[in-house]
């Protein structure tokens, strides 16, 4: 697959490249329901003034029960590969992905935790400081669904909620068709919205959305840094005669710019 550079000079694959904002996979539950980048952000680029979000990494952690196909849906996406000999992870495994995304470099962090019980304590050691939580159930299996509530609350005693993108992820998609994928999707989507979390479907086997969800976390991500960094370089003091400080900040840095805007929409 031929890759472009980025500014850093390291190579990334096309399918690496985001230009434009993804969409959702379902409006019934995402988390922003715009099409572009944020003003600030898209400007930022084109100066190249995104200060040090080029060098960092975003946290993403990746939860749920045992056999839900964590691990397979981040191989498909780090390896392009699907293994149908299951392997259960043991405490915890990371992938790094690199991306270029409106012409600035950027990377996910993908922690892969361990679904059974006697490594739980051990994993949630790793959940600590994520941007993004992603909650993963299998279509096939309602009782995996109801126990992404618990995997969330045990991640967000490690991080304020506000300061994290959650996300609601249905695996298996390929063995469900028609009316089935319908009503589990549909009770997903009640669920999420509980979360305030964004929702997928997707299947490691065939591929199918695994590409565009991942896409989708990496620029809601990215997009938060941006923000965030211009939201600290815009509150500079400015010192006013001896002693007296004025703390300023631009209107644009205003919209948008808080954690607040990570909530569903």
Not at 24 to 38: I, S, V
Not at 125 to 149: P, S
Not at 169 to 192: F, M, N, P, R
């Amino acid at each position: 697959m031929k890759s472009s550079l980025s500014p850093m000079g390291l190579p990334v694959s096309r399918d690496r490249v985001i230009a434009s904002f993804p969409k959702w996979y379902t409006p019934e539950a995402c988390l922003q329901h715009k099409e572009h980048f944020h003003g600030q952000v898209s400007a930022a680029c084109q100066r190249r003034n995104t200060g040090t979000v080029g060098l960092r990494l975003s946290k993403v952690v990746v939860v749920g029960d045992l056999y839900v196909g964590k691990t397979s849906l981040i191989h498909r996406f780090c390896k392009n590969a699907f293994d149908r000999d299951y392997k259960a992870t043991i405490g915890v495994d990371f992938e790094i992905e690199r991306f270029e995304i409106a012409g600035i470099p950027y990377s996910l962090q993908i922690w892969d935790t361990a679904g059974q019980e006697k490594f739980k304590c051990i994993a949630s050691t790793y959940y600590r400081g994520a941007q993004v939580i992603v909650t993963a159930f299998d279509l096939t299996d309602v009782q995996t669904l109801a126990h992404t509530r618990q995997w969330l609350a045990d991640a967000l005693q490690e991080n304020a909620a506000n300061s994290c993108f959650i996300f609601l992820v249905g695996t298996k998609k390929d063995l469900l068709s028609g009316a089935a994928c319908e009503q589990a999707e549909a009770e997903a989507v009640h669920l999420a919205n509980e979360m305030q979390a964004e929702y997928w479907s997707v299947s490691a086997k065939t591929g199918e959305n695994v590409k565009a969800f991942f896409s989708r976390v990496a620029a809601l991500s990215f997009e938060h840094s941006v923000l965030q960094d211009l939201e600290r370089r815009s509150s500079t003091q400015l010192q006013v005669g001896e002693g007296d400080v004025i703390r300023g900040s631009s209107p644009e840095s205003q919209e948008g710019s808080g954690l607040s805007s990570l909530g569903c929409c």
